[in-house]
């Protein structure tokens, strides 16, 4: 399914900032006393803030193990600032609170938390309003001058949130409530996305177009490193080449379809990849029929962002590496492989017209 999300007319109707210590010292909650009223300068300042690190090619919905969403915390504190607005304040506190009990992964540190009531995002061309929320936990050093007269300046250091990226960050979008609204997120290291997105949040990723093209790329790739790492080097190359030409080609997902151009007449890695690709959905969540029955349009984005993940490189032991951009090269011979006995070496001979 596409989707377009749209930041362009987003502005800020309530903030509030608020402090969370460390769980581990016991430090405890610093709640602000009120929200905040900002300048239209800072408020533009910090909207840039929050909004420069969301992701919106990743949508994800809140759930409950129960099927009771109100027993999401998150998405409760949402509903309830969602259906009244006057509540944004004291359920803030609620999220701060929640957000603090929570913080227990290795990796959490004390920081500030800014609860952000928003309106004007454009979900598929209809307005609605979203609830976000974004921890810093960084702190840099900064000079800062003071200008007294013309020629007279003092100049001391100060401490602060740099305006680069916010460290963690979610927004909820007011839209499909039913189905656990639809929640976009900050970039956040894998080290820590699994505090954040399933114990504070409790998220699960849409398995829309984006996820699934991405996913299946995925699968190749750890199949290859797990299935096929006592292949010949150029075998595994000719197996992801084959991949990526083929979501690279093509605009719709059809299994059949990618077995017969990716693995041809070799039954036995056909096999073996269904073994896996069984193995491989059942732990990342994967609805079942998700990659067979229906199929799903390939999203030309994340093809391009799985590419650059892809090794395509034969390293060799005398300091030569050759890259392979294509299956092609394989299939049309211009790569051959063999072995000299009277030097004892492995080789490989590469056929072409000129150099570049």
Same mark, same amino acid.
């Given at each position: 399914?596409?989707?377009? =999300? ?29 929200? !905040?009223?900002?300048?239209? @300068?800072?408020?533009?300042? /910090?909207?840039?803030? #929050? ?28 509903? *309830? ?11 803030? =506190?609620?999220? /701060? ?31 609605? @309003?979203?609830?976000? =929320? ?20 003092a100049i001391h250091c100060e401490e602060g949130t740099p305006l680069s990226k916010? &460290? ?15 929640? $976009? ?20 990723? @849409?398995? &829309? ?9 995925? !699968?190749?790739? &750890? ?7 006592? @292949?010949?080097?150029?075998?595994? /190359? ?5 991949? !990526? ?30 073994? *896996? ?13 998700? #990659? ?8 030309? &984005? ?10 395509? $490189? $034969? ?8 890259? !392979? ?32």
């Amino acid at each position: 399914m596409e989707y377009n =999300i749209h930041f362009d007319d987003v502005q800020i109707q309530q903030l509030v900032l608020h402090k969370l210590g460390s769980l581990d010292q016991n430090e405890g909650v610093f709640p602000a006393k009120q929200v !905040l009223n900002p300048s239209e @300068e800072l408020r533009d300042t /910090l909207q840039n803030f #929050f909004l420069s690190a969301i992701k919106k090619d990743e949508l994800f919905h809140f759930y409950h193990e129960s099927d009771d969403l109100m027993q999401n915390e998150i998405y409760a504190y949402a509903n *309830y600032i969602f259906n009244d607005n006057k509540d944004f304040y004291n359920q803030s =506190i609620n999220i /701060l609170k929640h957000l603090y009990n929570r913080s227990r992964h290795a990796k959490t540190q004390a920081g500030d938390l800014y609860v952000v009531h928003f309106e004007g995002f454009v979900y598929n061309d209809e307005q609605v @309003e979203a609830l976000g =929320i974004f921890k810093s936990e960084t702190k840099d050093r900064f000079i800062k001058i003071h200008t007294q007269s013309a020629a007279d300046f003092a100049i001391h250091c100060e401490e602060g949130t740099p305006l680069s990226k916010v &460290d963690k960050g979610c927004i909820i979008l007011n839209n499909e409530a039913e189905n656990g609204f639809q929640v $976009i997120s900050t970039g956040i290291k894998s080290t820590e996305a699994r505090f954040w997105l399933d114990d504070f949040m409790k998220v699960l990723q @849409e398995q &829309d177009d984006n996820y699934l093209t991405k996913s299946y790329l995925n !699968l190749c790739k &750890d199949f290859t490193k797990k299935v096929l790492s006592k @292949e010949e080097k150029d075998e595994q /190359l000719g197996f992801i080449n084959k991949a !990526l030409d083929y979501f690279q080609t093509n605009n719709d997902f059809e299994a059949n379809a990618f077995k017969e151009e990716v693995f041809g007449e070799n039954d036995e890695w056909a096999d073996k990849f269904e073994a *896996y690709k069984k193995d491989y959905t059942n732990k990342q969540g994967i609805q079942d029929d998700a #990659f067979e029955d229906f199929g799903f349009s390939i999203s030309p &984005d994340a093809v391009k962002k799985a590419k650059r993940g892809f090794k395509n $490189i $034969i390293q060799l032991d005398t300091q030569v590496e050759l890259k !392979l951009h294509s299956a092609q090269v394989q299939e049309d011979g211009f790569l051959e492989k063999g072995y000299d006995d009277e030097r004892k070496m492995h080789y490989y001979k590469v056929y072409f017209n000129e150099e570049k």
